[in-house]
């Protein structure tokens, strides 16, 4: 079976040319290679999928006849992504977080001048 059909199949991406675009630019490596979208997958094979600054490792294990529903994916693959990696995920939706509350938008004007006094509060401190 092919890489972007497998990809697809499995339900890593939603389609199969979502899948095939993967694989072009490198976001797909079967036992450390970059790959194109028609490469064969054979049972056994280690493949690394970069989606949403995420590593995910995984083996298969079966190829499926079709797209599969999510509850029967863990029959053809077995995922081995290390939590490291989620957790890193963790830490950068925090990180973005951090400032604003979401949904607040642009700052208002009120905002940007709380921010002015601030730094001019800062800077005089400083001197």
């Given at each position: 079976?092919?890489?972007?059909?497998?990809?697809?199949?499995?339900?890593?991406?939603?389609?199969?040319?979502?899948?095939?675009?993967?694989?072009?630019?490198?976001?797909?490596?079967?036992?450390?290679?970059k790959i194109k979208p028609a490469k064969e997958v054979y049972v056994g094979e280690k493949?690394?999928?970069?989606?949403?600054?995420?590593?995910?490792?995984?083996?298969?294990?079966?190829?499926?006849?079709?797209?599969?529903?999510?509850?029967?994916?863990?029959?053809?693959?077995?995922?081995?992504?290390?939590?490291?990696?989620?957790?890193?995920?963790?830490?950068?939706?925090?990180?973005?977080?951090?400032?604003?509350?979401?949904?607040?938008?642009?700052?208002?004007?009120?905002?940007?001048?709380?921010?002015?006094?601030?730094?001019?509060?800062?800077?005089?401190?400083?001197?």
């Amino acid at each position: 079976m092919r890489i972007d059909k497998y990809l697809w199949a499995t339900r890593y991406y939603k389609t199969r040319n979502q899948a095939a675009e993967a694989c072009k630019k490198g976001h797909v490596k079967i036992n450390s290679q970059k790959i194109k979208p028609a490469k064969e997958v054979y049972v056994g094979e280690k493949i690394v999928v970069r989606k949403n600054q995420i590593n995910y490792e995984l083996v298969v294990l079966d190829t499926p006849p079709n797209r599969v529903g999510a509850k029967l994916v863990d029959l053809y693959r077995k995922d081995i992504t290390p939590k490291e990696a989620f957790e890193g995920q963790e830490l950068l939706r925090f990180a973005k977080d951090h400032y604003r509350m979401k949904g607040e938008g642009r700052p208002t004007k009120k905002d940007r001048r709380e921010l002015d006094d601030y730094r001019n509060n800062d800077l005089s401190a400083e001197k």
